[in-house]
């Protein structure tokens, strides 16, 4: 193990990759990040393998397409046994850990990590009445637990900083950090909970952020009326689900959607923090860092604030991905399409371990991080798993409602914001029916054995 790095993921949950300063968006306001993102490579096309947070996770454990990994019965979940990328690091002697949200059945699902400090996003339901290592903490400490507290509303924690989960999380991180007394290098996981509801930034992030002062999107949900009507069926006639609760921002007065765009940029603000006192205890010399999300969230884009409905416009498919410390080339911008699942083999060439399987679904990115050479051209995909599959070929993004066979098509280039469907001009009958065939491949492809 003589020379290998450690790696370190750090990653939020529901962060739009346009909501860091780096990548130009309208109120970013990510110091920590930015520094980081421009010391090493930035991906700005990355596109998660879902945009549900399970399916998306289960991919970034596994470096494969969420529809090719076996699930535990009617969850998405990852099978408990199935080979992951802490199974490959603890194989080969590396401390293993993860701090934050995992979001697998069962809660503490052996994954191979060795160290688990868990907060999930949301307590009702999910994990059968057990509680996580944070709702521990905070019923040791006597204190309620918020995370199911009005979660799509704006509010304040009613806590001190302290006692929230993007601090609990970044603390015990460091405690990791500072503890270790082992020659072994370290792969770990920072999973941060947040932007994803509950809307509930502490003081004094709480109070940093005006609603009055945030930019609304400038299009609201006329901006799907090109899309054939089954997506259109689906984007106006979504029912109520508590589970995956979804907001019209029609249906909600602009103080609503001000408060909630004001409350994503606080927890933003203090997931940045976070880093910062992270980094304070990293040695980039021999740490080699991710950063990405699961998925993306509307924002009041396209009407809607939240990640529903699932169709994978670059709102929720598109992720923040950017890597820095040893080894990595700074200053590099790569517009090439990746997918931020990409990292797992990535990951493992840069500490000299192998990727196990053949049929790679992901590609290792080490050439690019080491300015050795380009990112590939080649499909990337997203949603395989829910009835939305959809493939980026160059400029041109195609989402295939796959059940009744209609489709979205859009040149990006030209056209950024997706509202111009294209599927049903003769002139990309032939782009349309290759990319039929590719995603047809794509679901096709058999599940992956134990």
Known sequence: MKGQPNILLI???????????????????????????RSGVIFENAYSSSTTCVPARVSLLTGLLPNRTPAVPNRFALQEGFWTIAHAFRTAGFDTAIFGKMHMLPMRADHGFERMHLCEHLRAGYSRGELDDYGLFLKNAGRSDLRTHRPAQATVFAHPQEFHPTHWITDHAL?????????????????????????DPPEPYASAYRPEDQTLPQSGIEINRDLPQPFLETIYNLKPDPAFPHQRTARKSELHVRSVLASIRALIKQIDDGVGRLLQHIDLANTIVFFTSDHGDFGGRRGFLGKVPWIPFDD????????FGAGIQEGQRIATPVQSFDYVPTALELAGLDFPFAERDSISLAPVLRAEGRAPVRPVFCETKTGWPMVRRGKYKHIWHDYSDTHALFDLDADPIESVNLSNDPAHAELLEENRKLIRAVLAAPILGM
């Open 316 to 323: 929720l498919a598109k992720v923040p991905f950017f890597a």
């Open 175 to 199: 405690e990791f950090l500072a503890s270790r007394t082992s020659s072994r290098p370290y792969f770990a996981v920072v999973s941060y909970a947040h932007p994803h509801t509950p809307y």
């Open 11 to 37: 990653m939020t949950d529901q962060q739009r990759a346009d909501s860091l300063g780096y990548a130009g968006g309208p109120q970013g306001d990510t110091p920590n990040l930015d520094a980081c993102a």
